[in-house]
């Protein structure tokens, strides 16, 4: 009896400090989640979502406190990814947050421009070059479409244009016709 | 010689149907009033223009300089007139504009300045490459890869293999060139062969086209050491890179790699002929063998300049009636025109005007009975069925584990099909899916990483701007207590900062001097001394006399005497004023 009580407590020892040591030693810094939430969302950061940037919106809903609907840019193909990687359920996209729309690239017309610096400010991933009153222009290979430096324009000159097809971009098409009732 | 040929996997027996187009001898094609050059030739790489509208330009001078690793030249393909510089389709299935040049050809036909090469004597090997980027020599089986790529791989290759099977249906072009050009393909490939530092060539030809063979034969006999000139088994697609070099040598390139990497490489009869013209000539690659075949009267092969419109190209042919749509490329392979005006590119090698007769409309598609007959046709060892329901279902990384992209797209598994499922088109869309989720990906991670560098920057810029802020106050403050240790002992920093203000400008005012007084003859610095004197004297009298009376506090009193005085002479001087105005 006394033996046996006596090995389960050195047992129960053993192991917990081997638990306790590799605890410390395999720590894993952050959350994990929250990198393979961020490597789906399609790093627009638009903000569309309610939080400044797509990783913020990793972060909550890693922590439970938004839902993964909340995306337009990512659409309803970034949702399904969502769902199967946390498990739950597939629900469409909430309108309230914008609707999917094609890809496109913000333009300025540089005849307009007055060089006031508000849409470089206001740029996520710094892809517009420019000076205080000097033209502007945006680097369309960076720019992300997120439409965040359309309403800071003073004189209204950014525009967004859809990004055209081209043949190093053309995509063959779906082969499977979809069946429509005759009207 | 070789003693023994190898197999592979899969492959079909279509009708050939070649005969009607091989009868003819290759003809040249009449020059078209309007030549349409792409500056891109396949999706991946395209020359930057070098030639303004109106310029004039001879044959062969290069009107698009190579642009990127993938990039090759390109050259006018006769001389003329440039019109414009424009979009224009392109033959490519999306039927989507790429950029080209239009030239009007002057009918003269002058060649502009030939620089051949001798690979033998050239120096480095990076003239040669650049010889063959700027001569702007692709693939000519179809595919247009740049052949510097090619060639300038590390890896030496011992087996030189010139691709002569030609075993899509329909298409010629190939045959008509081995015999009637074998010496100038033999002469290009040897000097294939010494760039890529092979010991041998191999030819293989597929055995349905005895007259080529017989004709590089006779061409090999006189070379020494003398290509061996190898008859093929036809069978579709045994003119594919891979199968070719798997029957010939036996050696099967695994999945993700290079044949060079086992020491061979694998070029077109097409490339090895434009290779000698590029290399013995100094012909730029601007023309080309094309089979015009289908439903036509005269089919046949001609030589054709790189930009020809294919509406110029079909009269030479006459389509019959019936003729629906025309097809690029092969049957197999090949794909429907999106337009008539798109023009001959380095890679088209067949034109096929369609009818319903000819290749029947396919019949509705069937669900997968999971037979298996598309697993034994495949000659790339796939499992075409389970790609089938992997692209359908757009499970696109269950796809690639089964090796999607190890498919060459013959279209072999359609073929045998026997529910008419159309596979290459669901392996296509797969495939550029996959592509372009990669370059969503790519920019997304770039995106992010951009986001996060601006994050930093904010962050660093803010600290940055704390930092100089601190430390400036630091700075005030420590001047002040020094500065407060002075005079009064004053707390308040604001007034001693006004008392420092004042005494700065108070000893700046100090230090002004007539700046213009230095640095003059002796004669005028008396003359200057004199006139101070004089004029202290003069303000002395008055001033300075109370003060020499020896009474200094008297000088206050005295002045104000004056006031007074001159008060009361003022006050007189009002009072006349009244009296004599009313």
Request: hydrophobic share 40%.
């Given at each position: 009896m006394l033996t046996a009580v006596l090995v389960m407590a050195v047992l129960a020892l053993v192991i917990g400090a081997a638990l306790g040591w590799a605890s410390i030693r395999f720590k894993v810094e952050g959350d994990p989640l929250v990198d393979q939430i961020d490597a789906i969302l399609p790093q627009t950061q638009c903000g569309q979502c309610g939080y400044p940037g797509c990783r913020?919106?990793?972060?909550?809903?890693?922590?439970?406190?938004?839902?993964?609907?909340?995306?337009?840019?990512?659409?309803?193909?970034?949702?399904?990814?969502?769902?199967?990687?946390?498990?739950?359920?597939f629900k469409p996209l909430d309108e309230s947050h914008?609707?999917?729309?094609?890809?496109?690239?913000?333009?300025i017309d540089e005849q307009t421009c007055i060089g006031c610096t508000l849409c470089i400010q206001a740029c996520p991933v710094d892809a517009i070059v420019g000076a205080a009153k000097q033209m502007h222009t945006v680097v369309d290979p960076l720019c992300t479409g997120c439409e965040l430096c359309v309403a800071p324009c003073p004189v209204d000159c950014i525009t967004m244009v859809p990004v055209p097809e081209t043949v190093e971009t053309w995509k063959w098409r779906y082969p499977v016709f979809k069946l429509e009732p005759a009207a | 010689?070789?003693?023994?040929?190898?197999?592979?996997?899969?492959?079909?027996?279509?009708?050939?149907?070649?005969?009607?187009?091989?009868?003819?001898?290759?003809?040249r094609a009449p020059l078209p009033a309007r030549l349409i050059v792409p500056l891109r030739h396949n999706t991946r790489a395209i020359a930057r223009c070098i030639v303004e509208p109106g310029q004039k330009v001879l044959k062969g001078q290069r009107i698009g300089e190579a642009e990127g690793v993938l990039g090759t030249a390109v050259h006018a393909p006769t001389s003329g007139t440039v019109v414009e510089v424009t979009h224009h389709v392109m033959p490519h299935p999306s039927g989507l504009p790429t950029g080209c040049v239009v030239i009007e050809p002057d009918g003269e036909d002058r060649w502009g300045e030939r620089v051949p090469l001798d690979p033998a004597t050239c120096s480095t090997r990076q003239?040669?490459?650049?010889?063959?980027?700027?001569?702007?020599?692709?693939?000519?089986?179809?595919?247009a890869f740049p052949s510097h790529i090619k060639v300038g791989t590390e890896k030496r290759a011992g087996t030189l293999i010139l691709n002569g099977a030609e075993c899509e249906p329909w298409i010629t072009s190939d045959d008509r060139l081995m015999r009637e050009r074998a010496p100038a393909i033999l002469r290009g490939a040897e000097i294939l062969r010494e760039l890529v530092g092979a010991t041998r060539i191999l030819v293989g030809i597929e055995d349905n086209k005895p007259e080529a063979i017989a004709?590089?034969?006779?061409?090999?006999?006189?070379?020494?050491?003398?290509?061996?000139?190898?008859?093929?088994?036809?069978?579709?697609?045994?003119?594919?890179?891979?199968?070719?070099?798997?029957?010939?040598?036996?050696?099967?390139?695994?999945?993700?790699?290079?044949?060079?990497?086992f020491g061979v490489q694998c070029f077109n009869v097409g490339t090895a002929e434009a290779v000698h013209r590029a290399f013995d000539l100094g012909e730029p690659l601007i023309a080309r063998v094309v089979t015009l075949t289908g439903n036509v009267e005269r089919p046949g092969n001609w030589e054709v300049l790189i930009g020809t419109p294919v509406e110029d190209l079909l009269p030479l042919v006459d389509p019959r009636p019936g003729t629906d749509r025309y097809l690029l490329g092969g049957p197999m392979m090949g794909f429907a025109m999106p337009d008539l005006s798109v023009p001959v590119v380095k890679g088209t090698n067949c034109i096929i005007a369609a009818s319903p007769e000819l290749f029947p409309p396919?019949?509705?598609?069937?669900?997968?009975?999971?037979?298996?007959?598309?697993?034994?046709?495949?000659?790339?060892?796939?499992?075409p069925f389970e790609l089938y329901w992997f692209s359908r279902a757009r499970n696109f990384g269950k796809a690639q584990e089964y090796?999607?992209?190890?498919?060459?797209?013959?279209?072999?598994?359609?073929?045998?099909?026997?529910?008419?499922?159309?596979?290459?088109?669901?392996?296509?869309?797969?495939k550029s899916e996959i592509w372009a989720r990669e370059r969503e990906q790519n920019a997304a991670d770039q995106a992010r990483e951009r986001f996060e560098f601006r994050n930093y920057r904010i962050e660093r810029e803010k600290a940055e701007k704390a930092a100089r802020l601190a430390a400036k106050a630091a700075e005030t403050k420590a001047k002040l207590a020094e500065g407060a240790a002075a005079p009064k002992a004053?707390?308040?920093?604001?007034?001693?900062?006004?008392?420092?203000?004042?005494?700065?400008?108070?000893?700046?005012?100090?230090?002004?001097?007539?700046?213009n007084t230095d640095n003059l003859p002796p004669a005028v610095q008396a003359e200057i001394a004199e006139i101070e004197q004089r004029r202290k004297q003069a303000t002395g009298q008055t001033d300075d006399a109370p003060a020499a009376d020896g009474t200094a506090a008297t000088g206050d009193e005295a002045r104000k005497a004056r006031i007074a005085v001159a008060l009361e002479r003022a006050a007189g001087r009002r009072g006349e004023r009244e009296q004599e105005e009313p």
């Open positions: 913020p919106y990793a972060t909550a809903i890693a922590n439970g406190e938004a839902d993964i609907n909340q995306c337009p840019p990512g659409g309803e193909e970034g949702i399904r990814h969502l769902a199967d990687l946390l498990g739950r359920e914008g609707v999917e729309k094609p890809k496109s690239v913000a333009v | 010689m070789i003693a023994k040929l190898f197999g592979f996997h899969g492959g079909i027996k279509p009708d050939t149907h070649k005969d009607e187009s091989a009868r003819e001898p290759i003809r003239t040669v490459l650049g010889h063959l980027r700027d001569m702007g020599i692709v693939g000519m089986g179809g595919a004709a590089m034969r006779e061409a090999a006999s006189a070379l020494d050491p003398a290509p061996e000139i190898v008859p093929v088994p036809t069978l579709y697609p045994a003119g594919g890179e891979r199968q070719l070099i798997r029957v010939l040598t036996g050696i099967e390139v695994p999945h993700g790699k290079l044949a060079t990497e396919p019949p509705p598609e069937q669900p997968c009975i999971r037979c298996g007959a598309c697993a034994e046709a495949c000659p790339a060892d796939l499992q090796h999607l992209f190890d498919c060459i797209e013959c279209g072999c598994c359609a073929y045998v099909c026997p529910s008419n499922i159309p596979l290459v088109d669901y392996y296509r869309f797969a004053d707390d308040d920093p604001k007034k001693a900062l006004v008392a420092a203000a004042l005494a700065r400008a108070q000893a700046q005012k100090a230090a002004v001097e007539p700046k």
